[in-house]
């Protein structure tokens, strides 16, 4: 199986051994205070990360549907649609470690004013506690450019707390990360200022205060992937129901996601991270049953009783957090905090970087020097990167980064006048013409996303919301291309590489769909798009269309 054994429909061979963390572990932690991290709620919900480590060109899109009640007690039909760089694929494993390493961060000294978070791949490998090597700094670095390249199209599904609404808008969870190292001439010493932007919505998000506790001591006891993300998916849904938690067997499938197959497979492949959070005490006890009398399966979760949800006020100040993470005592910790609250990120980058470089004055004891520089404000030792520079590094992120959400913006209006207009299109189509259309896009799909159909109609007799979701995507795509007259992705870089070695590009009007259908012989029920493609010269995000883009950019004369 691609996301959890290497076949993607078959069980495991023979009996599944699920990793077991080490019980003097479980006992050490357990007899700490909870580490709790604040973490946005939406990217508890809905899947992002592959599970399997093998990033499969075939399953570069996750599909996701379902209805929810409104706040008027009404039903709101969501889809949420993640969409992988073709080359770097989506998000996988390690990468879900990183975004939450990411979650602890942000929580610890929140987001800048101006939209940016300043990072190391120390800190983060710190917090994973993961070697610092270069080899793990790399994966770090690619994680965060895997997620900065995966597009999401919300409609209706990610939720806006001081609004009360849910949005329909395609995004990225990061605009843009920037790297900067920088190495002292005389002490050959690395230091790295690293800028992370997450998007608006998610910014406005975390303002609004979504977030939940995550305890980070329990998540870094689970092995499994798919226990990872069970287990956050389930964090969440056990705030509003604390003792037992049930869900449809499919639909948690999907949320994770793992492959569509037989209730009896989804049983065995859940089996292990299930049986993970069992171990670690998460959950007292799941079982998956079917509703007598019905295809429905559900998985119910019950919760332990001497596991009650930590109230908000009762977490640690996360300043207090980073210095007991860095051998501080509590007591001493949440006096330097109250003392010297300014002091704390400044002395504890400089700390950090002393520390990562093996200089003297760290090596003993750590966190006595990381106590006293604080209460005596030490100044940073030489070869330290100064404030002007990172303000500097900072205000070239910031410039970049603006330019960058301005061509979102314009991305975004003109998705949604795409959406208007492929929406015209169908109102005009016949009843045949639509059901031809949506033949074509089931046989479009990929093998992964039909089997996932096929399974549906074996298990529930008619299509889920994803399958739905996923035939409905490409039934747009084939609708851009053929009445709007908007090239793909694919074919656009394929006109490239002609361009490049001085090749003629097909016609229009010879020039055939992927199923054989040239383009001049089906007759549109609307007019097509009034402006035609375009050449563009310099490639933008893959997965839209670089044409159209031009036509909307600033000078272009186009409203």
Known sequence: MDFLFPNMLE???????VPKPDRGQMDALKEQHKHEIRVECNMEEFPYFRLGKRNSKDFNKIHFAREVRSNDGG????????????ELGLPGPFDQDVYVAMEAIIDEFGIHPEGYVPFTCYRIAQILGKDHSGRTYQAIREALMRMVSTRITSEKAFYLRDERVWISETFHLYDSVRFEER???RTK????????FPCRWYIASRKANYVKPLDMNLYKQLGLPAAKKLFRYLDKRRHSSPREVKVDLFHLADVLPIAPSFPSKLKQVLQPPCQQLKDVGFVHDFKIVQIYGTKTWQAIFTFPNEQPIIAADQSIDPKVQTLMDRGITQSAAESLVHAYPERIQPQLEAFDWMVANKNKATRNNPAGFLRKAIEDNYVPPKGFMGEAERQEIARRGIEENNIKREKEEVESQIRRQLKAQIEKVKANLSPQELAALQKEAEDNLSSFLKQRLDNDMRNLGHLSDGSLSAVEFEFDRIIEGRYLNIPSAEEEEEGERREGRGEELPSAQTAESGNGHQVSEVAPSTPPSPHPPTPSSSPQKKGFSHSLFQQFLPGSGQQ
Do not use: H, M
């Open 183 to 185: 190495k002292s001439a």
């Open 75 to 86: 039903t709101i039909k969501q889809r949420w649609v993640v969409v992988a760089d073709s």
């Open 11 to 17: 069980p495991a061979p023979g009996p599944v051994e």
């Open 189 to 196: 010493a690395a230091f790295e200022y690293n800028l992370l």
